[in-house]
């Protein structure tokens, strides 16, 4: 069998999830060729990875000024995207154009008019987008899709959906490029795309109609000040403030982050270290949405990114009983660890509740690997022989397009105040 040829562009944190999972465990059914990166020193770092931890030979390196270059020198059947989610539009339309099928990272993009270039450039060539929904293939998440779809508690009429992040994973995206939103969309896209798309999966449904309230409550400097915190620094690096600080993260200290990130400053100025509390934060740490889908579900959603705990609370009403589920994650921060930690399950539950019977709890395997075991199924999905899905798990570029809408119209009715009919904002 012929192997895929696989490039990948955007060496960031979330990149060695994939290219290490190539590199690793699907050398026999794909070949990763080459990196693309605004920056050198993170493509050679990522280099240096695959030759150390992967046993893997060095691949070819272009800067992202030659991303077609590279295109046309290496052809590769798969581009993967793992960029700043700004830019993911740009190599997922020039990539279609050059002949090739993509990968991207969730979100797919962070605005209406990006998402429309991505849907009329896949229309043009008739060429694939996959978004890897990871979310999809957790253990218990698929369970929760066979109950739906099994009609345990009849026609879903509302789901309450609360998602906690916790003061280590949460701070990080206001540490992180991902502060500024004209980056990613702020959380109602870049987070919140996988909790819409689990939404709109598990109903088997499309958003209809979005209204949201929130703000920047916890984090940013305002806020601190207001608290009386008085402990300020623009970045951690350098910084004696800091020292101690839990919403800190210290890269000198962490050998991975020094050569990912601080060893790499001197090319681009980017800063992976930024005050929680420091100045030019844009986007949202509190957040409420009410969403209306098409086959008339009420969704009612949450997102705090300062808690004492991280994972999720839901439960579904329908005609004939309810669905309560708890499940509490490992807590993470990108870059910073083990791979297989992140979204490990350490609590969990799911409770069905007939209307007229007994309430049982329903009983989940959790397999290894990160997000409950999801991450694995996921990635042979990807990248091996993928199996027969009776759940239909892997996602295309309208199933990215309808999570991301649901918060890019929470975006916009944060700036109106009004509800936001999805339809109105891109043509498929």
Known sequence: MKKAKYALIGTGGRAEFFYGSLAKDFRE???LVAFCDVNQTRMN????????????????????????????????????????DRTHHTYIVKALEAGCNVITEKPMTVD??????????VNRTGREVRVTFNYRYAPHNTKIRQLIRDGVIGEVFSVNFEWALDTQHGADYFRRWHRDKRNSGGLLVHKSTHHFDLVNYWLGTEPDTVYAQGGLRFYGKENAESRGETKFYQRAYGSRNSKGDPFAIQLAENEHLKAMYLDAEIEDGYQRDQSVFGDGISIEDT??????????????????????????????????????????EQ????????????????????????????????????????????????????????AEDEFRRAATHVDGAMSILTGIAGNISLRTGQAVKVDELIKL
């Open 29 to 31: 059914t794909g070949e």
């Open 45 to 84: 770092y990522a280099n240096k990875l695959l030759v150390e931890k992967y046993e893997h030979l060095e691949v070819n390196t272009y800067l992202a000024k030659d991303f077609e270059r590279m295109i046309e020198r290496e052809k590769p059947d798969y581009v993967i995207v793992t960029t700043v």
């Open 112 to 121: 209406t008019e990006k998402c429309q270039e991505i849907i009329d450039a």
């Open 287 to 328: 957040l409420g949405v009410i969403v209306q889908y098409k086959n008339k579900a009420i969704l009612n959603y949450s997102l705090n990114a300062y808690l004492p705990w991280e994972g999720f609370i839901i439960s579904f009403n329908g005609s004939k009983g309810r669905i309560e589920v708890k499940v509490r």
């Open 331 to 386: 807590t993470y921060i990108n870059s910073g660890g083990d791979k297989s930690d992140e979204g490990a399950i350490q609590e969990k539950f799911i409770q069905v509740l007939p209307m007229f019977g007994k309430p049982y709890e329903v009983e989940v395997e959790e397999t290894g690997g990160g997000h409950g075991g999801g991450d694995p199924v996921l990635l042979r999905d990807l990248f091996g022989t993928p």
